[in-house]
T-cell receptor
Framework: DAGVIQSPRHEVTEMGQEVTLRCKPISGHDYLFWYRQTMMRGLELLIYFNNNVPIDDSGMPEDRFSAKMPNASFSTLKIQPSEPRDSAVYFC?????????????FGPGTRLTVL | TQLLEQSPQFLSIQEGENLTVYCNSSSVFSSLQWYRQEPGEGPVLLVTVVTGGEVKKLKRLTFQFGDARKDSSLHITAAQPGDTGLYLCAGGDNNNDMRFGAGTRLTVKP
């Protein structure tokens, strides 16, 4: 079975440009999570969805970040306009359930560099 | 916000040595998970502990949840180069959040 799929794997863009990261969760998983990982701040939860509905977006840094989940098999994280401080590895994860008993399955990540 | 502090931040040892890494918080967690992340990949779950004082073993890895459910440790016996990676702990509460520590970056030299 395919795991969580993310695209692109690497993205290099210039400051001010729009960036869209994509995620396909594991089929049958009801929860989808977006994380950002940097050396300074570690792994930070940005937002998560349950059955395509955003539940908690308190981790989204600012209005430049937005996330959508139009259906159960696809989600996007958009940054507009991008800034150099957005450079990080962005992970998507999915799980059957949320909460402390459940295992999150992570995708391979998208390494974003904003010049 | 429940903060998880992991120590040490970096650890470099020789193959065959034993090691322990720690995950500490001032807050009580309903559960705690340990993940391992290899370069260029996402974290992969190793174990979940939910009961204070609980000990779980996974081959050469031993995980312990503190009695007060505020801390956890991971002990590796006879470390191997394949154990190299970033070890992350994540604490859960009664909501749907899992908060991650910054991780311990382990290097095992052959």
């Amino acid at each position: 079975d395919a795991g969580v799929i993310q695209s692109p794997r690497h993205e290099v863009t210039e400051m001010g440009q729009e960036v869209t990261l994509r995620c396909k969760p594991i089929s049958g998983h009801d929860y989808l999570f977006w994380y950002r990982q940097t050396m300074m701040r570690g792994l930070e939860l940005l937002i998560y969805f349950n059955n395509n509905v955003p539940i908690d977006d308190s981790g989204m840094p600012e209005d430049r970040f937005s996330a959508k989940m139009p259906n159960a098999s696809f989600s996007t994280l958009k940054i507009q306009p991008s800034e150099p401080r957005d450079s990080a590895v962005y992970f998507c994860a999915s799980s059957v359930r949320a909460g402390y008993y459940n295992e999150q399955f992570f995708g391979p990540g998208t390494r974003l560099t904003v010049l | 916000t429940q903060l998880l502090e992991q120590s040490p931040q970096f650890l470099s040892i020789q193959e065959g040595e034993n090691l322990t890494v720690y995950c500490n918080s001032s807050s009580v967690f309903s559960s705690l998970q340990w993940y391992r992340q290899e370069p260029g990949e996402g974290p992969v779950l190793l174990v979940t502990v939910v009961t204070g004082g609980e000990v779980k073993k996974l081959k050469r890895l031993t995980f312990q949840f503190g009695d007060a459910r505020k801390d956890s440790s991971l002990h590796i016996t006879a470390a191997q180069p394949g154990d190299t990676g970033l070890y992350l702990c994540a604490g859960g509460d009664n909501n749907n959040d899992m908060r991650f520590g910054a991780g311990t970056r382990l290097t095992v030299k052959p």
